[in-house]
């Protein structure tokens, strides 16, 4: 594969990849991640269409708790209403498209656009805009609206107003977790960072178990051993691998994992899932604590990386020994992205080779097989069938 392959021959390559058995998967075709043109579709026809998580529901308790993200190109803010409804909403004035609010935080009663000072509701119903004409009427003017589904405790956004529900296509990550009570968990901490990578290849680092006795020999591997992950079978909307956890041992802190809930098994508490929500969420979730990643490219070579730790009610100590594991938890976390990011980094450089090549993929990579079975279903179009005058 040749440096600037159009787009069509592109798709041909992620199709046919996709198509080999997992016995026979290859690694992405490296163009793949670093084509313009190929992100441009990405946005188009993934994330301008699919659930992307913008957070827990903890972090929007209160009317007028917000974060603005962007997703696809659009600049969303997620907000909590006075009657208690989780809305997302463009964060463009509708006069000159300034934007409205910035960061996350809390607001008051209504929302204040710092150009031209009109003023909305907090459930987008435009309610100010001094000299305007007579013959414009407010009430004829509101946000647009984005759909917004909770799933497990997390918040997700999609820009399509067709969209198929999120939770269906999860039901058996629902069934997995079901003991974990995931929904309970509280946020503990959140980063925004950019990490000088494709989004794809992030994505797939995550997801694969392949590189732990390698990449993170002294961080991750002696509690998660590579060689107690295994793959499971995945689905439309999702991957997911279990990782067998030694006992009597942590990364996350320095004192050995304790079980906070009875309702978990044995085997429950000594294990722990890996799922990858395509398109850009991936988590991995403990008896103790979640540590998970969402995903926006910026550009090939860029990606917006929202992560945090949540944890359960009752799994954290009080008073000052909570300060102290929180700060524990954040340098175990930051430790272990730190062995990741020049990993990943290298892999976008390196995709723009001459001599770059797919190779063959691990057992313990059927996730990255999975994914491009997603990218190849979300990208290619469907040949129209055949009209009954050719035949």
Known sequence: MQPNMPLSELLDALTANAALPEDQSEATPPQVYTSQTFLELERDAIFNREWICVGRSDEFEKPGDYRVMTISRDEVFVLRDHDGVLRAMSNICRHRMMSLLEGEGTIGGKITCPYHAWTYTLNGQLIGAPYMRDNFDKRDCHLPQFAVEEWLGWVYVNLDPSAQPLTPRLAPLTE?????????????????????????????????????????????????????????????????????????????????????????????????????????????????????????????????????????????????????????????????????????????????ALSAQPGRLSPKEQTIWEFQRYLARMLVPVPAPASKAAE
């Open 176 to 352: 997995l977790l079901a003991n974990y009570d995931v929904a309970s968990y509280r946020t503990l901490f959140r980063v925004d960072e950019i990490w000088d990578t494709n989004w794809k290849i992030l994505f797939q680092n995550f997801m694969e178990p392949y590189h732990l006795f390698a990449v993170h020999s002294r961080t991750v591997e002696p509690v998660l051993p590579t060689q107690h992950a295994h793959v499971v079978t995945g689905g439309p909307g999702y991957c997911l691998y279990t990782q067998g956890r030694n006992s009597g041992v942590a990364f996350e802190y320095s004192e050995a994992m304790a079980n906070p809930n009875p309702k978990l098994t044995e085997d429950e508490v000594n294990s722990v899932p890996l799922f990858g929500a395509f398109p850009a969420q991936m988590a991995s979730v403990s008896a103790e604590r979640t540590f998970w990643m969402s995903l926006m490219p910026i550009e090939t070579d860029k990606v917006r990386v929202f992560w945090g730790v949540d944890v359960h009610p009752d799994a954290m100590p009080q008073g000052a020994e909570f300060d102290e594991r929180v700060d524990e938890l954040k340098a175990s976390f930051h430790a272990i992205n730190d062995e990741d990011k020049p990993i990943t980094a290298a892999i976008a450089r390196n995709a723009a």
